[in-house]
């Protein structure tokens, strides 16, 4: 009976999934049809007909200008001419047209080179008063077509390009405009929301569900409204080797991976500002994968290439079946949000402390963003945590012995973790102040714990002897550098490097912890629109959630806390001191190349080091799970509608 009651329950949880999917589909399509309807009113307005209308050459007036003057083609070509070759000349179109609403505002284009088209639209404000705005449309050679959102009433329009770009069929588009990012973006968001209240239950006693329905469904949606290009830190480098990681030796790119690898992510962004910019793109992308452009030598067996093997695996595997080139670039980001979910799911799981800390810290921007992009980040942070989370469940397990097959297990973690970057290993030593009863023997666990230091001697002697020995190649991004100079001046006078390794390591507490940006970075497009919100939502659940009573003598605890702090510091000293020898210049005062989401890793052991029973509160877990979920949510959203969706998908 019991089993047929579970089973039923599951068959009307299912049902209910469903009955919720079909919601938020439905309130898609009701939210986009009233939204296209508003718009459709405001282009009606003043007797203008719903459709396409190309601006008539009556309306406007072509000039030149030379440093945002105008002049005309004989002292433009006389400037040209001159010595002053350091002078720009643009092409101005001004466009003069009866006060209109324009949805959209599309041109054909011709160019051997990118440009950057300036154009400025005079409006009004709320107030009614006349307001100019300014838009920057980075333009791409392989497009010729450019389509920008303006979405507000028009009487003049400015576009500036280059001297040398032809611009023609300048069009005003106000026809109807279905738009199913659109009808996704709300969709998603109403059926979490309706799923978070209607399985606030389950999700109480069992956090992680919560954190694998917003992981999945918030990724799937933030993957489907990125641009077509590499947009996170050294993603176009992460990219290139996942699509060549089966190529050893000799390999070769075609002229769409060529393109992404070389248009790498920088703060100008991406340079589309519509959906139909990206639509083109995609289809440029998939029409040019044929046939290689380049052929360059890599080696794929390196040990950082551990982080790059299960994209590497979905892109081979899209490609196998026929697909095209988008959908492999695609499934190379799904498979890492994938990865990234089943690890913290499982982590989440088996962690006995912390839950819903570990849930809204792995759901935070900086760490959606990284799960859903190309970068090895993803399998150092999900293998470390969920072997820290192993670890800690050691310590809070002292009636359970500690066998050799899980300490084989959780050293594998570690391992896997620290392929990419070495540096993390240390914290596999956390197992070392383990009591003795948690063995069987005293033999066993000398012999235990032994394993686990020399595992950890190992790898960070990949990282030092190939360095030692110049078989590691300086970061020239970081300006003079040489690795075995800068280790020989570390090595020489170390006390000198400690002095600027504390005085950086205090500098960046502000921004690195107390601010959390290595939560909140939204990389290439700033910071989170609601940054103090990441840091007190992490801050407060840290003291507020509920915690069990750490179950060992305080003599154990102390030493627990003091190990695991040293090994804290010794991981941070392992990070600065590698980008000091490997990015930065010779003899430089300061540290460079670190980065705030280098310390994501080390934020559990750190909770582990300040973790009492004294602070919490008491609550329902239902409110309180709802609550903060919907906050998380609240902040997913702050993280992908102004930096994407708006920009890229409307």
């Known amino acids: 009976m019991k089993l047929k009651k579970k089973e039923q329950k599951r068959f009307n949880g299912l049902i209910l999934l469903v009955v919720l999917l079909l919601i938020g589909f439905l309130a898609g399509i009701v939210g986009e049809g009233l939204y296209e309807l508003n718009i459709c009113r405001r282009a009606l ?90 838009i920057q449309d980075f333009s791409r050679k392989n497009l010729n077509e450019t389509v920008i959102n303006l979405k507000d009433y028009v009487t003049e329009i400015f576009i500036e390009v280059p001297e040398n770009v032809e611009i023609s069929n300048i069009v005003v588009d106000n026809s109807w405009d279905w738009n199913w990012y659109r009808v996704a973006y709300i969709g998603v968001f109403i059926f979490i929301v309706l799923s978070i209240f209607c399985f606030r239950k389950i999700i109480a006693a069992h956090i992680e569900k919560g954190f694998l329905l917003l992981s999945l469904c918030c990724g799937m949606l933030f993957i489907a409204i990125q641009p077509p290009e590499c947009t996170t830190w050294d993603e176009h480098i992460h990219f290139a080797k996942a699509f060549d990681w089966f190529e050893n030796g000799t390999a070769d790119r075609t002229e769409s991976e060529a393109y992404l690898y070389y248009y790498q992510e920088q703060e100008n962004r991406a340079p589309f500002l519509s959906k139909e910019e990206k639509a083109m793109q995609i289809q440029y992308l998939n029409s040019h994968h044929n046939g290689a452009v380049e052929i360059y030598e890599r080696d794929a067996y390196t040990l950082n290439a551990v982080g790059e093997l299960h994209m590497a695996l979905a892109i081979k595997v899209v490609k196998y079946l026929g697909l095209p080139f988008y959908a492999q670039f695609i499934a190379g980001k799904i498979a890492n949000l994938l990865l990234y979910t089943l690890l913290i799911y499982w982590a989440i799981k088996i962690i006995p402390v912390g839950k819903k800390f570990l849930t809204s810290v792995s759901l935070m921007p900086t760490l959606m963003i990284q799960s859903t992009s190309y970068t090895y980040d993803i399998v150092v942070i999900g293998f470390l945590v969920l072997g820290m989370a192993m670890v800690i469940a050691e310590y809070f397990q002292e009636e359970r012995i500690f066998s050799w097959k899980k300490t084989v297990f959780i050293a594998i973690l570690f391992i896997i973790g620290s392929c990419p970057k070495p540096v993390y290993i240390p914290l596999l030593a956390s197992l070392i102040a383990l ?5 069987k023997t005293k033999r066993h666990m000398i012999l235990c714990k032994t394993f686990l230091i020399v595992v950890c001697m190992i790898m960070i002697m990949t990282l030092l002897i190939p360095a030692a020995s110049g078989g590691v190649e300086a970061d020239s991004r970081g300006g003079a550098t040489d690795v075995a100079q800068q280790m020989g001046l570390v090595l020489s006078q170390p006390f000198s490097y400690i002095q600027i390794f504390i005085t950086d390591v205090i500098s960046s507490l502000n921004g690195y912890i107390f601010n959390a940006s290595a939560l909140s970075t939204i990389p290439y497009a700033g910071t989170h629109p609601f940054e103090g919100a990441v840091s007190l939502l992490c801050l407060g659940i840290a003291l507020t959630e509920k915690k069990p009573v750490f179950p060992a003598s305080k003599k154990n605890i102390v030493r627990f806390k003091v190990i695991m702090t040293l090994i804290v510091v010794g991981t941070l000293g392992l990070v600065w001191s590698a980008l000091y020898i490997v990015f930065t210049p010779v003899g430089n005062m300061h540290i460079l190349g670190v980065q705030a989401r280098y310390y994501i890793p080390l934020i559990i052991p750190a909770y582990m080091i300040f973790y009492t029973k004294k602070i919490e509160t008491n609550y329902r877990e239902t409110t309180y799970n709802t609550v903060m979920l919907l906050i998380i949510l609240w902040l997913a959203h702050g993280t992908m509608y102004n930096q994407f969706f708006l920009t890229f998908c409307q």
């Open 45 to 134: 307005k003043g007797g203008n007909e719903i459709g396409t209308e190309e601006i008539d050459s009556t309306h406007m007036q072509i000039t030149q200008t030379v440093e945002g003057e105008k002049v005309d083609d004989a002292e433009a070509e006389k400037n040209v001419n001159s010595a002053s070759e350091d002078l720009t000349v643009l092409k101005q179109i001004h466009i003069t047209i009866d006060e209109r609403f324009i949805n959209k505002l599309c041109y054909a284009y011709s160019t051997d080179e990118d440009f950057t088209a300036y154009i400025t639209i005079h409006t009004k404000d709320v107030y009614n008063a006349p307001i100019t705005a300014e």
């Open 435 to 439: 009591p003795e009863k948690k063995f």
